[in-house]
């Protein structure tokens, strides 16, 4: 899915009781590994494999592909290993000739790694993805990475936390739009339907600016 340098392929595959080990998973997580065929840690990206510099909070991303013997992303499973993986994270699941894009926006806090809200991208088959040119830094590359997994696009320079956190905002806002349209459409008095209404397009201009890009 990614096209990136043969200096930060890696290639591990992991046997199933070495992860539950690590990920001390419980009944739960095992069940919902039921449908995992392997996992492969495919490339690690980091300051010697990329020659970055070292400024930025993302220090390591490591790249995971999961195979599936069907559809169902197995979320408790990858939430597990996330949580034990202490690096930025992206998963590239497959079944057949299909992908999906699955990841969740990490940081490190007071307590350790964060792990925030998890996105993914539809099934597809055969896209590549080419990470951007120009970067000098991990932070960039990770910018890029949360950017295909949401449906906005990343402003220059805009890092990803505030990506993330206005994305929030775009699903929040969408769904008050959502609500005052269902008010405007069932409201009987026309005083308080064009007070609605009114308030309905300021909401949209809102929507419209957050998800606008550069």
Sequence with gaps: MFELSTKTQVNRKFKMSELYKVMSADKAVKADAANIFSVTLTNVLNKDTLNFSTKGGVKEIYVFEIVLNTKAAPSLFISALDKATNFHTVFILRFGKEEMLYGAFKEYGEKGMKVGKYYFTEWASGKTIVLPL????????YT?????LIPITARQAESTRDFVARYGEVVKLKKEIEKLQHLVDTEKQSKRRFELNDELKQKKTELENLQQGN
Excluded: K, R
């Design 144 to 148: 890029a990475i949360i950017d295909e």
């Design 134 to 141: 120009g970067v000098n830094c991990l932070d960039e590359i």
